[in-house]
Each structure stands twice: as C-alpha cells, then as structure tokens.
C-alpha cells in the first residue's frame, strides 16, 4: 500500500447547509494510500460529522464517521483529522456528513485511479465528469427533518431534484444555471454518478444515449449497456457516454423512482435536468429532446441494472466471493409504527413513523459504541442482536395484521469473529410500506449473490446464487417487496455501521452495527485510537 500525505481541508460551513447551495468538493487519490482530512468545525448552531462512504478504513474505523457508532460528534470550534485509508477500492466513492441531515448539502466525491502501472479494464475515456445528484428543500433541511419527527409523520418531499447542486430547466427561474457538459463528437466520456439525494432513488437517462455501466461503488463490472439506469441512495455508477449522436443539445434528466401513492406528498415528482451540449457550429434544437424514463413506480425497471450487474471475475480484479458461509442471517427491513395517544400523531392512522431491523429500531446510544468495545464500557450496546427474524410471517404478504407495527427499541449488535464468512439475507416486508431500502454497510464491500422479489426461500433460492461473478457494492437496495443475499468475509477488525441510506428510515432506527473481533496475528489487529478522538 502506498502512503501519501494530502492534506484536504474542509470547512463546515452551515451557510451551504442552509442556504442548500448545492456546494461540492472532490478529492482525488491513486488506488492504495493514507490520505488526511482535517476537518474544522465551524458549525456553532449543530455537530457534524463525515461519513467516508465506501471506504473501508482497513483496521481503522476510529475515523469511519457515523456518529454514535465510530465516535463522538466534534464539539463546535474543534478539530479532528480524518485519516483516509484507501485499499482496494478503485473507482469512485464519497463522503458526506452524518449526523442529522447535513449531509444534503455536506459531500463530495472520492475518486480512485487505477495504480500505477495498471489501466482502466476500458478504453481510456477521453474525458471524464462528475454527475453528483441531489435533493434540495426551500427550507432548512433540519427543520424538515425535526418536524416530521415532532409529528410523526414522513418529513415533506423536497422542493427540487439536483444534478451537480442544479434543478435545471424545468423548475422556475433556474433556467440560466442549469449544468451544461460540453462533449465533442465521436469522443468517449466517464461519468462518475453518486446518488446524493437524502431519500429519493432515481431514474437517470440521457437523450438519444445509451450508458455502459463499468463500475459501482469503487469496483469494477462488466459493461452494461442500458438507456437508464436506477441508482438508490448511497451507490454510485461509473458510465461510459459515446458522444456519437448529431450534434446538438440533449437532456439527461433523473426523476425519482417511488412505489408511494403519487397524490401523498410522500416523495419529490419534479424531474431534474442538465445539457449535453456537442462543440461546435449549428442551431440547437429548443427545447432539448428529453430522455425516456420509466414510469415513476415501475419496480421492474428499477431493479434491470441490478438483476444484469456482473464484476470482472478475470485475473486482474478477480473475485473472491465466500463459497461457503460460516455465518448466516436473516434480517427483516421494515417501515413500522408506534401507536399515539388518541391517534394524535400524522403518521398513518394517527401513529408515528418508526423503522427496523429484525423488528429493532436502533436507540442510538451516548457514548460511542467503539470506544465502550475498546475500552469494555459495559451498559452502552447489546451484543444479542438476532440473527433470524424474532416474528416469521408471510412478510411480503399485500395485508398484514397491524399487531405486527410495534418494533422494539434497542442498541443491539452482531459480534463477528476474525475471518469468519458471513452472509446476510436482507429481507423486505409490507408492513406499513412496502417500499425499497438500499442498505449500506460500513468496512467491508459486499458480493451480491441473489435478490428476487416475496419471501426468500431458504431451500430454493440458494440454488440460484451468482457465485461466479456478483458485483462487490457497499449499497445495495433490497427491492420492493423482495430481498437480496450478499456475502462478505469478516475481515477487517473494528465496529461498522450498517444501515438504510433512504434518510428518513435511518432517522426512524433502520441501522444496526457488527463488531468484527481481532485476530490472533498483530496485523489482525485493530489499530489503536488517534490522539484527537472527539471526547464524549
Ligand atoms: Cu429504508
């Protein structure tokens, strides 16, 4: 692993997140490496916190991010330095904050070139961008989020979908901003596109082009060729675009993929718009053709570039997926609810949102659940969180009882041993809603063996399993009304996060967290603690 000190600063200005400037940074880093942010609090009004999203901090989750999970939120007007540990990722991954909402506005990219001496396993594009999507509300995102959770109800819709920090032409007087991306005929262009939104999956398309998949979040895959793609929450797609049209002005345009009613104000049905526009002299056509997109709740279209998504398996970036587990899993995703007094609340029928895993809504603890692990702190976290589901029923079923609303609320974990193969059965339910959640999960990249949509069955689905050439992600989105299979290996010591990147579920308790123990050689071994470690 190469070592290099780049020193990236970052002021966490609550300007941007109020304000919603669609503000970006990116960084940029050769694949391997230990790279330093520093980052300076300047908040005085709320803590945040940097999440390195897809980054799996080999050995070291003391600067993973979560708050609550890895450490304790930087106090305002201090300063905590943010080591970076790249590994094998190779592509393009993220960070953002993580601590309430201030991650609408707070991310930026992480980009990964190949090592040197090695290639992209494409043709050298000729160009490349960045395609950062968003979500972005008229008022402070924070208050959004602290009314949903005084009433109980969702949080309202965003006012406007983004693409790199702009709306685009079809929303009022944002004409004159919208992101143009200048292409010249018959070149090859990269675009790195990371779902930033809080909350909204997205179709994304661009007019008269296909898009050729080459890689998900900081791995590579085979080409796909599609003419759009959904890209959940958290993830990210490395495309390649031909510019091999007329030349002249194209829309690409994202709009939000949602199995909510379209009357409920439940979700954003704006569509957000940027321009390809090719160099050179001619009359563009006005409007732009805008691209075909699926219908706003079609769940087949949302699930094509996951049912098709293939990792190289080649000698180069083999794969190294788990043929046999050693750990298996069951966890149950719900939308769930807590009854109010006199239905007085605005969730539905009168109860509050809440959200769970394997019917546990995660109570975030006081003190960080690394630092009680390392340092034996009894009373902050449990360690008995099930490993199949505490209720068995027909969990895709169109009507469920309401008896099973209720979660429980409590700081449990999965304590993993060293090198321990584990795979996890992430399962959709109806209760309440019967919606996606791309889950994520913080240290280790995962193979994405199997998904189908009901019940998954423990005898039959197996049998279906990629084990030749799944794609390694860090989100993945359990379909509506379905499951996914992913499998990993345990190996890299620490506390990790794992949770929903749909904003609101995580607000509601959709996370939980696994404790991967040492192993018995040095180099197994977490590393110790930096000096600056916010204090709880
Ligand atoms: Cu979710």
Same mark, same amino acid.
């Given at each position: 692993?190469?070592?290099?000190?780049?020193?990236?600063?970052y002021?966490?200005?609550p300007s941007h997140?109020?304000k919603?400037?669609g503000?970006?940074a990116?960084?940029f880093?050769?694949?391997?490496? !230990?790279?330093?942010?520093?980052?300076?609090?300047?908040?005085?009004?709320r803590e *945040? =916190?940097? #999440?390195l999203?897809?980054v799996?901090m080999?050995?070291y989750?003391?600067?993973?991010g979560p708050?609550y999970i890895?450490?304790?939120?930087?106090?305002?007007?201090s300063?905590?330095?943010?080591k970076?540990i790249?590994?094998s990722?190779?592509g393009t991954?993220?960070?953002?904050a993580?601590?309430?909402?201030t991650?609408?506005?707070?991310h930026?990219?992480i980009i990964?070139?190949?090592k040197?001496?090695?290639k992209y396993p494409?043709?050298?594009p000729?160009?490349?961008f960045?395609i950062?999507l968003?979500?972005w509300?008229k008022?402070d995102v924070n208050?959004v989020r602290?009314e949903g959770?005084?009433t109980?109800?969702d949080?309202?819709?965003s006012?406007?979908?983004?693409?790199n920090?702009q709306?685009?032409?079809l929303?009022p007087?944002?004409?004159?901003?919208?992101?143009k991306?200048? !292409?010249d005929?018959?070149?090859?262009?990269l675009l790195r596109i990371?779902?930033a *939104? =809080?909350h #909204?999956?997205l179709?994304f398309?661009i007019?008269k082009h296909?898009m050729?998949v080459?890689g998900t979040?900081?791995?590579y895959?085979?080409?796909?060729t599609?003419?759009y793609?959904?890209i959940f929450?958290g993830?990210?797609y490395?495309v390649?675009l031909?510019a091999?049209q007329?030349p002249?002005?194209y829309y690409?345009a994202a709009?939000?993929?949602?199995v909510?009613?379209?009357?409920?104000n439940?979700?954003d049905n704006?569509?957000?718009t940027?321009?390809?526009q090719?160099?050179g002299y001619?009359?563009?056509?006005s409007?732009p053709?805008?691209?075909?997109?699926?219908?706003?709740?079609?769940?087949n279209a949302?699930?094509?570039?996951?049912?098709?998504?293939r990792?190289?398996?080649n000698a180069?970036?083999p794969?190294?997926?788990?043929?046999?587990t050693?750990?298996n899993?069951i966890?149950?995703?719900?939308?769930?609810?807590y009854?109010?007094?006199n239905?007085s609340? *605005?969730?539905?029928?009168g109860?509050r949102?809440?959200?769970?895993i394997?019917?546990i809504s995660?109570h975030?603890?006081?003190?960080?659940i690394?630092?009680?692990?390392?340092?034996?702190?009894?009373?902050v976290y449990?360690?008995?969180f099930p490993?199949v589901?505490?209720?068995v029923f027909d969990?895709t079923?169109?009507?469920?009882?309401?008896v099973y609303?209720l979660?429980s609320?409590?700081?449990?974990?999965?304590?993993?041993?060293?090198?321990s193969t584990?795979?996890?059965v992430?399962q959709?339910?109806t209760?309440?809603?019967g919606?996606?959640?791309p889950?994520?999960?913080?240290?280790?990249?995962f193979y994405?063996?199997?998904?189908?949509?009901g019940?998954?069955?423990?005898?039959?689905d197996?049998?279906?399993?990629n084990l030749?050439?799944p794609?390694?992600q860090n989100?993945?989105s359990?379909?509506?009304?379905?499951?996914?299979?992913?499998?990993?290996?345990?190996s890299?010591?620490?506390?990790?996060?794992?949770?929903?990147?749909v904003?609101?579920?995580?607000t509601?308790?959709?996370e939980t967290a696994?404790?991967?123990k040492?192993?018995?050689?040095?180099?197994?071994q977490?590393?110790p603690p930096?000096?600056?470690?916010?204090?709880?």
């Amino acid at each position: 692993m190469g070592h290099a000190a780049l020193p990236v600063f970052y002021n966490v200005d609550p300007s941007h997140v109020r304000k919603q400037t669609g503000s970006y940074a990116q960084a940029f880093a050769k694949h391997g490496g !230990v790279y330093k942010e520093q980052m300076e609090k300047v908040i005085k009004w709320r803590e *945040a =916190l940097t #999440e390195l999203h897809g980054v799996n901090m080999p050995r070291y989750p003391w600067t993973d991010g979560p708050e609550y999970i890895t450490q304790c939120p930087i106090q305002p007007g201090s300063k905590f330095s943010q080591k970076i540990i790249l590994s094998s990722e190779e592509g393009t991954i993220w960070w953002h904050a993580h601590s309430d909402w201030t991650r609408a506005t707070v991310h930026g990219a992480i980009i990964v070139y190949p090592k040197n001496g090695t290639k992209y396993p494409f043709h050298k594009p000729n160009a490349e961008f960045l395609i950062i999507l968003g979500q972005w509300w008229k008022s402070d995102v924070n208050a959004v989020r602290d009314e949903g959770l005084a009433t109980g109800a969702d949080p309202n819709a965003s006012d406007a979908l983004l693409i790199n920090g702009q709306p685009g032409d079809l929303y009022p007087c944002s004409k004159s901003s919208t992101f143009k991306l200048t !292409v010249d005929h018959g070149k090859t262009y990269l675009l790195r596109i990371i779902n930033a *939104a =809080l909350h #909204e999956a997205l179709f994304f398309a661009i007019a008269k082009h296909k898009m050729t998949v080459v890689g998900t979040d900081g791995s590579y895959t085979k080409p796909l060729t599609r003419d759009y793609i959904t890209i959940f929450p958290g993830q990210t797609y490395n495309v390649l675009l031909e510019a091999n049209q007329r030349p002249d002005h194209y829309y690409m345009a994202a709009i939000t993929y949602s199995v909510a009613p379209k009357y409920r104000n439940f979700y954003d049905n704006t569509t957000t718009t940027a321009i390809v526009q090719y160099r050179g002299y001619y009359t563009p056509s006005s409007p732009p053709s805008m691209p075909h997109l699926p219908a706003y709740n079609d769940t087949n279209a949302s699930v094509q570039v996951m049912a098709s998504l293939r990792s190289l398996a080649n000698a180069e970036h083999p794969c190294n997926v788990p043929l046999s587990t050693s750990t298996n899993l069951i966890y149950t995703v719900s939308v769930n609810t807590y009854p109010c007094i006199n239905d007085s609340c *605005a969730g539905a029928n009168g109860t509050r949102f809440s959200s769970s895993i394997n019917n546990i809504s995660f109570h975030s603890p006081t003190i960080d659940i690394l630092e009680a692990y390392y340092y034996n702190i009894s009373g902050v976290y449990g360690d008995k969180f099930p490993s199949v589901p505490p209720l068995v029923f027909d969990f895709t079923a169109d009507y469920l009882p309401l008896v099973y609303e209720l979660p429980s609320s409590a700081t449990e974990v999965r304590v993993l041993e060293y090198n321990s193969t584990v795979e996890i059965v992430l399962q959709g339910t109806t209760v309440v809603s019967g919606t996606h959640h791309p889950m994520h999960l913080h240290g280790h990249s995962f193979y994405v063996v199997g998904w189908g949509f009901g019940n998954f069955d423990e005898n039959r689905d197996p049998l279906r399993y990629n084990l030749v050439d799944p794609p390694l992600q860090n989100t993945i989105s359990v379909p509506s009304k379905g499951w996914v299979a992913i499998r990993f290996e345990a190996s890299n010591p620490g506390v990790w996060f794992m949770h929903c990147h749909v904003e609101r579920h995580l607000t509601w308790g959709m996370e939980t967290a696994f404790i991967v123990k040492n192993g018995k050689h040095p180099e197994a071994q977490m590393l110790p603690p930096p000096s600056d470690m916010p204090p709880c």
